[in-house]
């Protein structure tokens, strides 16, 4: 069974910057799309940026787009979200999504089109 385990969260004044990543020991990402979702107290979870399979197209939401970066290095076996000018409406648990030869086309993704998450990990931006 696939297990994802997200790090990097943590507490940054606005403005700054964090660095996700998202890895799953012991197994390849290799033909897995992966998804970055969030969700803030009180509010659903949305999506906020997907990478493919080999990393040749990338979806953001709007709310995040020229802020946030996602990349995937295989050989690593792990995506990362680079989260540049944070915003206090940032703070979020943000958790990451596998969608086995999924897709990463169009619209951000949705939760139903992913099938192994992880925990997650906090984020919290505040002066």
């Known amino acids: 069974q696939l297990q994802l385990v997200e790090s990097g969260g943590g507490l940054v004044e606005p403005g700054g910057s964090l660095r996700l990543s998202c890895a799953a020991p012991g ?7 992966i998804g970055w ?3 803030a107290p009180g509010k659903e979870r949305e999506g906020v940026s997907c990478i ?4 040749s197209s990338t979806i953001y939401a709007d709310s995040v787009k ?22 206090p409406e940032d703070t979020a648990v943000y ?8 897709r990463c ?3 951000v993704p949705t939760s139903q089109a992913y099938s192994y998450w992880g925990q997650g990990t906090q984020v919290t931006v505040s002066s």
């Open 27 to 33: 197994f390849t990402l290799d033909y897995y799309a």
């Open 37 to 39: 979702f969030r969700q």
């Open 52 to 55: 493919s399979i080999i990393g």
């Open 66 to 87: 020229g802020r946030f970066t996602i990349s995937r290095d295989n050989a690593k076996n792990t995506v990362y979200l680079q989260m540049n000018s944070l915003k």
């Open 95 to 102: 958790s990451c999504a596998a969608a086995y030869r999924g």
């Open 105 to 107: 086309t169009g619209a």
